[in-house]
Structures are given as structure tokens and as C-alpha cells.
């Protein structure tokens, strides 16, 4: 797996001299540096104009790459760009009318005097604010910033720029209009307080970032008090595609799942809810392991058994880790046949290759398990639906029909098929109708 993790775009000037484009790479990669993306920019009767995409580990691997392109002779790098910056500059969302104002007619059907007909219509029946206004189709994304995958606590407004990535992921995958909300404290019940007072606002509730044991009481609190959908993605979106990726992991080996015994190590809010999941699907036996015995006791009290890595390791058939310690699976603890999954990102408990080496049938990274293939179509089916909850029962739904549009091979698809989530959104509606949800909403 690269740790290459900073794309930077190089407009270089090269003269025409025999060689140049290849001094140009050779340079680049005695650097550290990896090649991307190369265009030509313009042809000129001296040099070539192109943009050059490096990959590079940091920002001091970065400069030294541009400082090396420079001394080539007949080289001139006249411009860097950081590709992730200039992607965020003045952010990634901006709220748009779905009307046109061309004349004053519109301006009376949408404003005054128009729209206090609408308003009385909602006052006599508030089921219609579904379909008379936006909050049918629209989510709101809480966070206070407390856990940010692979930052910690950065606080609510250095979490802004990941929750427009997910408002950006909802309305790209499934239209839905999706608004992040900052919350600044740390204390559950105000978290909660603050999300009550604002919910009218929204059909959905999602849930991100939130610290454990917080992101629990939370996510429990406003599933007691609200009859609309209420998600913590970090768990329960993670849980749903990590069960699809085991669900086809297993087809690739030639196992049953459902009569094989699975091992979590490590229980945060990811680990416990995949091995809750589990558990809920059906497999044989789900061992559990953390270094918070509160934690293994909360699991195992959701019909998971508590173990040990060791006996994990020794045992299970199917391994999943989710820790936050990179290098914490030796390759001599692996069993032969065992399929592996190793979550934490960048660097995971075990390399892949390192897993196979050591024998095992199958292993993957956090790279096959991305959430944005789950809550896009589970949240979107939900509010076609207007269903009160999203229930154990639409997360397994989901996690079988990303497993069954998965290319022969691969453990999930692409999380950029609309298909994907069209389908996923069509599979909860219909669990929704089946289990008696559908309607029960409340805004």
C-alpha cells in the first residue's frame, strides 16, 4: 500500500532536447516522488508546456521533488498546485434554488402572497411539509469534530471540510440535500439538546466524527426521541459494507459464513458495529477482543463472545481488525486459509501481501471498505420511504446488494456507480414496506 498521499500538479517548461522527458521522470522518481497524470499544455517552437501530477509522501518530499525538476537544465517548473486545496478553495457546497425568478408571478408563488397558502396547508396537515418543501429530501450532518478518522479531536470547525465531502457524496450519489451542522461541545446530552431543537429542519439525522463512548448515548438518545431516520455513519455505514466485503470475500474462498466463526480485534465504534452485525446476519460464531473490557462486555452483550487477539488468530476463520495500531498482526500469527481484513488506515494491523505471504486465502485493507457505498442509498431509500428508523435489518439488506453487484473478483464495487446506491435505496424502501416503516415518519 503507497504512502504517497499529497497530489501536487507541476506546470513545467521543458525545452526541446532529445532525453528531456525522460531526465524529467528519472528525476521525479530518484526523488522519492510517484508519476501521475502528464498533459500537454501547449507545444511551442522552443519547449513544451506540461502538467506534471507527483505523488509524494509529505510537503518536505514535495519541495524537494519540485527543487531537483529545477536543476535539470532546460527545465522550468513555473507554477505548483496543491490538487486537495484548490478541490476545497471556498469550500464544496453552495444551496441553489430548484426555481427560476424571471418575473414578478414567480416571485408571488414562491414568496409572498403565495406562500402563506402553503404554510396554512402544512399547519392543517404536517405530514405535507414531505412533499411542500425541501425537508423530505434533505439530511442534516452533526459532528463537534471529537473523533475525525486519522485526526482525532480537531474540534467541529477543522471538521468542516469532511463533512462538505459527505454533503458532496449525497447529493452527487443520490440527490439528497445534505447540510453539515457544527457542534461545539463535548458534552453528550447539549449534543443531543442542541440536535432537538434544530431537527424540524431536517428528514434525516446522520450522525459523524462523534468520540466513543459519546457517539453511543447519542446516537441512542435521538433514536428514542425522533421518529425519523437517526445514523451514526462511523458505525453502522462501516459495519454494512465490511459485511458485504466479508459476504463476498467468503464466496471468493469457498465459505460459508454462516457456519464459520469471525474474530473482531478491536471494538471502537467501527469494530463494534460490524461485529453487532454480524452477529445480527447469522455467522457462526463472532469472537470479540479489545483492550476495554467495557467494551467486549457491551458487545458480547449483543450475542458476540468474548476472546483474546491470541485466540483469534488461532481460531477464527475470518478476521477483522479495526484497532488503530498499524503493524499489530504479526504474519507468523496468521493461519493458513484465514481471510483477513485489516481496517486502519493509512497503514493497516497487516499489509495484504504480508497476509497472503503468510498464507492466508484472502486479505484486505481499509481501501475495499468505504463507507460512502452505504449511507447515500441507505438515508435515500429511508426518506422515500418515510421510514421512522434505519433498523438492523435495512443494514443487512444493503450489505447483501453491494456484495451482489461487486465485479466477479472484487469484494465491492465502486462507490462512484450511481447504480450501486440506486440499488441500495431500492432494497431499504422495500425492507422499509415489508417490516411496516414506510410512513411512519415524523417531521
Known sequence: MSEHVIDTVLRIRVEHRPGQLARLTNTIAEAGGLIGDISTINVGETATLRDVTIETIDEEQTMRVVTCIGAIDGVEVMETTDRVFE??????????????????????????????????????????????????????????????????????????????????????????????VLIDTLDPMEFVDTVMRISHTFGGIHLEDIRIPDCYAIEDELRRLLRKPVMHDDQHGTATVTLAAVINACRITDRDLKRSRAGMIGLGAAGSAIAKLAVSYGVGEVLVADTSADAVRRVAAAGAIASDMDTIMAEADIVIAATGCPGLIDPRAVRKGQVIFALTNPKPEIFPSDARGAGAAFAGDGRSINNALAFPGLFRGALQARSSAITTGMLIAAAETIAALAAPGDVVPSCLDRGVHQAVAKTVFETATRIGLAGTAIL
Open 87 to 180: 478541490a476545497h478553495r471556498g469550500g464544496k457546497l453552495h444551496s441553489t434554488s430548484r426555481v427560476h425568478l424571471d418575473q414578478l408571478a414567480d416571485m408571488r408563488s414562491i414568496y409572498t402572497p403565495g406562500v402563506a397558502r402553503v404554510s396554512r396547508a402544512i399547519v392543517d396537515d404536517a405530514s405535507r411539509a414531505w412533499e411542500l418543501t425541501s425537508i423530505g429530501n434533505s439530511v442534516g450532518i452533526f459532528t463537534n469534530g471529537s473523533r475525525v478518522l486519522g485526526l482525532g479531536n480537531i474540534g467541529p470547525l477543522a471538521s468542516m471540510p469532511v463533512m462538505e465531502g459527505k454533503a458532496v457524496l449525497y447529493d452527487e450519489l443520490v440527490d439528497i440535500s445534505a447540510t453539515p
